[in-house]
């Protein structure tokens, strides 16, 4: 039955006054939030003295839109999501032929984005093309494949890791330091980096076999700064703070090289124009083949009896245990695989920016990890690449915001508050899909026919 505050489009009266009450504690709230940051900036004059420039107006805006917001959302969204819910609460048999786009999404997807970069060169020219390869290409897979090995530790395990970074940090260490110490090649270094991600992450999984929920949070969170602080004291090794530069490039296995000092180089050879994209390109099919690679593997894992394992782990650990399950290699194997994909990532990080140092490893990039997985859906790949290109894809664009010039004045300045504008939609976007972009599951077993269960059977923060 739907909300009875929501009834054929309309609102009760005292829903009315209950969204006036809430706008005015939230306008409330957010002049003693913003007053001190938005209403008073610091300056400094031609005689420069600090001053204070009163900026009541602007304040007077950011207060109104959050007072409108919380009005709208109390009297017209919060009620229609509820009737919404308890409408789709219920198991849905998947019926009827699905479209065709539905049926070949992933192939569509992956034509896509294979033809990308040449489209983009086609169009833009090599130069013109570096900005979208590169910052809307190579950088969104890189986090894709990220959150999808973290998926495999969260989504599937159900093992919440806020130090999935260390593993990232492991996998481009390896490289930079065996590549600047023995030579190795690209191609060398991928698995071995990817290898010794795994072993970090078998360490990280014997000492958390007992813990469960917030206290395997805390371990996880004390282990990616662990590693974070000796990447930066160790420096006879490290180098510290300063990183370690001049990175050896990937090559297109050992036949061609990137350099343009190397006889052999790829862009001569072929008679190329000279510019730094055709690296980039390369790098972007590359990673395109490490997602598909990490795709491939998790889809793999978790129709075999261990991913039905990591499933059984996630919805309830006893009843697993109760089953002959065993959790200590179920846990084990859990952190390995991710930690894997992990080093993937982080070998291929290093080759492509050239310069490692403990400041690209820090906890920020756990959370933003983990906020891709928990927004695209937990358990879902498709839904987690679509939160992946959202989240990185929308950071990038909001770099330039000089359109909100046009509202707020030409003093404001719109680069200090793009993290603020983007944490506001990712809120909006919580509350409205508050599963993720994909709410349901399919399990991997099923008894005669296969049913789509909703989100809303499924355990709070579980896939």
């Known amino acids: 039955m739907a909300n009875s505050n929501f009834v054929a489009g309309k609102t009760a009266p005292g829903l009315v006054q209950k969204g006036l009450i809430d706008a005015f504690w939230t306008a409330i709230i957010a002049f003693g939030m913003f007053v001190?940051?938005?209403?008073?900036?610091?300056?400094?004059?031609?005689?420069?003295?600090?001053?204070?420039?009163?900026?009541?107006?602007?304040?007077?805006?950011?207060?109104?839109?959050?007072?409108?917001?919380?009005?709208?959302?109390?009297?017209?969204?919060?009620?229609?999501?509820?009737?919404?819910k308890a409408a789709k609460a219920k198991v849905v048999q998947v019926e009827g032929e699905p479209s065709f786009a539905a049926r070949h999404f992933n192939k569509i997807a992956l034509v896509l984005l294979l033809i990308y970069p040449l489209a983009a060169v086609a169009i833009l020219g090599p130069q013109g093309s570096l900005t979208y390869v590169d910052?809307?290409?190579?950088?969104?897979?890189?986090?894709?494949?990220?959150?999808?090995?973290?998926?495999?530790?969260?989504?599937?395990?159900?093992?919440?890791?806020?130090?999935?970074?260390?593993?990232?940090?492991?996998?481009?260490?390896?490289?930079?330091?065996?590549?600047?110490?023995?030579?190795?090649?690209?191609?060398?270094?991928?698995?071995?980096?990817?290898?010794?991600?795994?072993?970090?992450?078998?360490?990280?999984?014997?000492?958390?076999?007992?813990?469960?929920?917030?206290?395997?949070?805390?371990?996880?969170?004390?282990?990616?700064?662990?590693?974070?602080?000796?990447?930066?004291?160790?420096?006879?090794?490290?180098?510290?703070?300063?990183?370690?530069?001049?990175?050896?490039?990937?090559?297109?296995?050992?036949?061609?090289?990137?350099?343009?000092?190397?006889?052999?180089?790829?862009?001569?050879?072929?008679?190329?124009?000279?510019?730094?994209a055709w690296y980039k390109i390369f790098l972007f099919y590359v990673i395109l083949a490490l997602c598909m690679l990490t795709a491939y593997v998790t889809i793999r894992l978790r129709r075999m009896p261990i991913g039905r394992a990591w499933e059984a782990l996630r919805e309830d650990e006893i009843a697993c245990r109760s089953l002959g399950i065993n959790t200590v290699t179920t846990k084990l194997t859990a952190f390995a695989t991710g930690a894997m994909f992990g080093g993937f990532a982080g070998s291929f990080f290093a080759a492509r920016q050239g310069f490692v140092s403990p400041e690209s490893f820090v906890f920020l990039e756990s959370a933003v990890i983990l906020a891709i997985v928990v927004l695209g859906g937990m358990g879902s790949l498709k839904g987690i690449a679509i939160a992946a290109i959202a989240m990185i894809g929308g950071t990038e664009l909001l770099r330039d915001m000089d359109f909100l010039k046009l509202f707020f004045g030409q003093d404001f300045t719109p680069e200090l508050y793009r993290m603020l504008i983007f944490g506001l939609a990712m809120v909006v976007v919580m509350i409205i899909k508050p599963r993720g972009f994909v709410g349901t599951r399919e399990p991997t077993a099923f008894l005669k026919e296969r049913k789509a269960v909703s989100g809303s059977f499924t355990k709070e923060g579980h896939g």
């Open 36 to 84: 001190l940051y938005i209403g008073l900036k610091t300056d400094q004059n031609m005689d420069n003295k600090l001053i204070i420039v009163q900026r009541w107006g602007l304040l007077a805006t950011i207060v109104a839109i959050a007072a409108v917001g919380r009005f709208i959302m109390t009297v017209l969204v919060q009620p229609y999501l509820a009737a919404r």
């Open 135 to 276: 910052n809307f290409g190579i950088q969104i897979l890189i986090y894709v494949m990220l959150a999808w090995g973290l998926n495999i530790v969260v989504g599937l395990a159900g093992l919440l890791d806020l130090g999935y970074v260390a593993f990232y940090a492991v996998g481009a260490y390896s490289y930079a330091l065996l590549s600047m110490h023995f030579g190795l090649s690209f191609w060398v270094l991928l698995p071995l980096s990817g290898i010794f991600a795994a072993l970090w992450g078998m360490i990280l999984g014997f000492p958390v076999l007992r813990l469960r929920g917030d206290y395997l949070a805390i371990v996880t969170l004390a282990f990616g700064e662990i590693i974070r602080i000796v990447l930066t004291n160790w420096t006879d090794v490290t180098q510290g703070s300063f990183g370690i530069s001049n990175i050896t490039k990937a090559s297109l296995f050992g036949i061609y090289t990137f350099d343009m000092k190397d006889p052999h180089n790829f862009v001569r050879s072929f008679g190329l124009p000279i510019s730094s």
